[in-house]
């Protein structure tokens, strides 16, 4: 069961985007979640991650202050506000829980920003 994320697109420096990513119940509901990213020639990173009780959050320094993670456990998703873009925030972007899980990897979501 892969995880889908959605939301990503073209976007300015300074714009901002919404990430999505929707699980099953019995993912959702038992796991830390986290969003993922990886640039061209780069290792896949964590940027973001929440806790299954959402009440912790972790965010990576780069990204800190501009992006926001939330969980909604009525609808078993996992969202990724996405603020003050910057170039070097390209990458394509993938929802797994945290720690991942190789299964689950999905085809991410590609997010460009450029002028």
């Known amino acids: 069961v892969q995880l889908q994320a959605s939301g990503g697109g073209l976007v300015q420096p300074g714009g901002s985007l919404r990430l999505s990513c929707t699980a099953s119940?019995?993912?959702?509901?038992?796991?830390?979640m986290g969003w993922y990213r990886q640039a061209p020639g780069q290792e896949r990173e964590l940027v973001a991650s929440?806790?299954?009780?959402?009440?912790?959050?972790y965010y990576a320094g780069s990204v800190k202050y501009r992006f926001t993670i939330s969980r909604d456990s009525a609808k078993n998703s996992v969202s990724l506000q996405m603020n003050s873009l910057k170039p070097e925030d390209t990458a394509v972007y993938y929802c797994n829980t945290q720690p991942p899980l190789e299964p689950y990897w999905g085809q991410g979501t590609q997010v460009t920003v450029s002028s």
């Open positions: 929440i806790w299954k009780d959402g009440k912790n959050t």
């Open positions: 119940a019995h993912i959702f509901q038992v796991n830390n």
